[in-house]
Nanobody, 127 residues
Framework: EEQLVESGGGLVQAGGSLTLSCAAS????????IHWFRQAPGKEREGISC???????VHADSVVGRFTMSNDKAKNMMYLQMTALKPEDTAIYFC?????????????????????WGQGTQVTVSS
């Protein structure tokens, strides 16, 4: 069964760091573009990062310079390393996989246009 499972969320003070994990099962994560989305209460879902193994990486302006994506091929896992966290980063964070050749930095596709979604992990940044 193809699945994505996020982990690593929690409570962190502003200015702190946190690393989220996105574990894939049933498929090779390196065969897909991996996206990170986030959704704050009462807000629309926001695409923030896209990573393609052997390709390009794109971050939204809201996180560029602070968030970094990386992969672990042996563990079939992606990571989102977050630094200099701000209260406005508070959201549920989701990873998604998509057959995609190039990350554009534009995340306007419907949910069903992505191949797989995780269930999300909560990140709360206190002032």
């Amino acid at each position: 069964e193809e699945q994505l499972v996020e982990s690593g969320g929690g409570l962190v003070q502003a200015g702190g760091s946190l690393t989220l994990s996105c574990a894939a099962s049933g498929f090779r994560i390196d065969d897909y573009a991996i996206h990170w989305f986030r959704q704050a209460p009462g807000k629309e879902r926001e695409g923030i990062s896209c990573f393609i193994e052997g390709g390009n990486t794109v971050h939204a302006d809201s996180v560029v310079g602070r968030f970094t994506m990386s992969n672990d091929k042996a563990k079939n896992m992606m990571y989102l390393q977050m630094t200099a966290l701000k209260p406005e980063d508070t959201a549920i964070y989701f990873c998604a996989a998509e057959k995609l050749d190039h990350c554009t930095g534009i995340w306007d596709a419907r949910d069903d246009e992505y191949d797989y979604w995780g269930q999300g992990t909560q990140v709360t940044v206190s002032s």
